[in-house]
Structure formats: C-alpha cells, structure tokens
Nanobody
Framework: QVQLVEYGGGPVQAGGSLRVSCRLS?????????LAWFRQAPGKEREGVAA????????YYTDAGNGRFTISLDNAENTLSLQMTNLQPDDTANYYC????????????????????RGRGTQVTVSS
C-alpha cells in the first residue's frame, strides 16, 4: 500500500536552510505518481509548495516554493526531499508530502486540489 513518512523537520533560525524528506513505501517503487510537498500552519489554509512527476522527473512550483525551495527524488533510496533555503518565520508550518496517480495533479499543481495519499508531516519552526 501507499505510505508516506516524513522526517527532517525542526527548529531553524531565520535565514537558515533545512531539508525535509519523505520515505515512500516499497509498494510505490516502479509506479508513476505526482509527488508533492504541502504545508499548513495553524489557522491557515493548506499551501502547495512543489511537485514532481516521477515519470518524467519534471518539477512544478507554486509562488510559495519558487526560488527558495527545491524538490528532488532519490529513486535508489525511494525518498522525496525538499531543500529549503533562506527560511523566514512565515515558513513555519507542518510540511507533508502527498502522492497521486494522476499526472494532471502535477501539471495543474496548486494549493486547492486534494491528493489521493498524504503523510502526517514534519514540523518546521523558523525563529527570528
């Protein structure tokens, strides 16, 4: 079955960098998915950050993720990662990965479309 387990969050000072990762289940190896990172802060709407379609390796970014965040997939380790730089207090949120079998979810990636599967997330806290 599809399972997503995030790790790597924690506290970081403003201006710093952090890498969060998502371990994909063995069941997913060999399948094609739109894989994405979302974030949600208390009292705020869910926000899409970045997505990657593993069939082509192409990545997609929203305004929230463009420029400072980089999504990547390590096929050997079956792990999706998000490298974040120049973090600011507004980046504080629970970051979770998600997967969907539809390429369309990547092509039209934004904050509003639900994905089939998601992990529980890892907390990132940026202090000023």
């Amino acid at each position: 079955q599809v399972q997503l387990v995030e790790y790597g969050g924690g506290p970081v000072q403003a201006g710093g960098s952090l890498r969060v990762s998502c371990r994909l289940s063995e069941y997913m190896r060999g399948g094609t998915y739109c894989l994405a990172w979302f974030r949600q802060a208390p009292g705020k709407e869910r926000e899409g950050v970045a997505a990657l379609y593993n069939g082509t390796g192409r990545s997609y970014y929203t305004d929230a993720g463009n420029g400072r965040f980089t999504i990547s997939l390590d096929n050997a380790e079956n792990t999706l990662s998000l490298q974040m730089t120049n973090l600011q207090p507004d980046d504080t949120a629970n970051y979770y990965c998600a997967a969907d079998g539809s390429f369309r979810k990547c092509r039209l990636f934004d904050s509003g479309r639900d994905f089939d599967y998601r992990g529980r997330g890892t907390q990132v806290t940026v202090s000023s």
